[in-house]
């Protein structure tokens, strides 16, 4: 163990009580820096070690993934052709619970139209009762019927409750991959 004092510009210097440690380990509890950075730190901590940087080139997969470049996703050009034809849905989980204790959103977006409606859930459960209602009402309103629901595969859409009924009513349920949010559109 030893204390380093941190050079600053300040009445108080901060004092460190440091053991020694390797390169990987600073480079990742100091923030994934670069080795630029890190061949000065012993200029800049009174008492640091130098530093040993290896001959071979190090790589860190938390940099290397930074790095990666991801192509953009095409515009889909796959619209649908009428009124209700396909729906996209996704819930989300307020941060706190709002006023009369709902604590989720389910969103409703006609492609066709861009038509949104919202509804507020005090359960997730509650979801399926949610999208009945509103497609009912959506039916009711337009004299059309949903034919497609694109969303995402969480569980509040996979139930038996809510499949049935999509079947039922001859609803194509699509569905994203996982972790890809560019096919939320």
């Not at 095409?74 to 996209?88: F, M």
Request: aromatic share 10%; with cysteine; glycine share 4%.
């Amino acid at each position: 163990m030893r204390t380093c004092i941190i050079k600053n510009n300040v009445p108080n210097p901060v004092s460190l009580v440091t053991r020694h440690l390797d390169y990987e380990t600073i480079h990742r509890r100091l923030g994934h820096i670069s080795d630029e950075a890190m061949r000065h730190i012993s200029d800049n901590v009174e008492g640091a070690e130098k530093i040993c940087f290896s001959n071979k080139k190090h790589v860190c997969c938390g940099c290397a993934l930074e790095k990666l470049y991801q192509y953009s996703f095409p515009e889909n050009s796959k619209h649908s052709s009428e009124t209700l034809g396909l729906i996209h849905s996704d819930l989300l989980e307020l941060p706190t619970l709002s006023y009369s204790k709902y604590k989720w959103v389910i969103t409703f977006l006609d492609d066709y139209f861009s038509y949104c409606r919202v509804a507020f859930l005090h359960k997730k459960s509650d979801a399926a009762e949610a999208i009945k209602a509103v497609f009912q009402l959506w039916s009711n309103i337009t004299s059309h019927s949903v034919k497609h629901l694109h969303t995402d595969n969480g569980g509040e859409y996979m139930t038996l409750e809510l499949q049935s009924f999509l079947r039922e009513q001859g609803i194509v349920h699509e569905t994203s991959t996982p972790h890809v949010y560019q096919q939320n559109d």
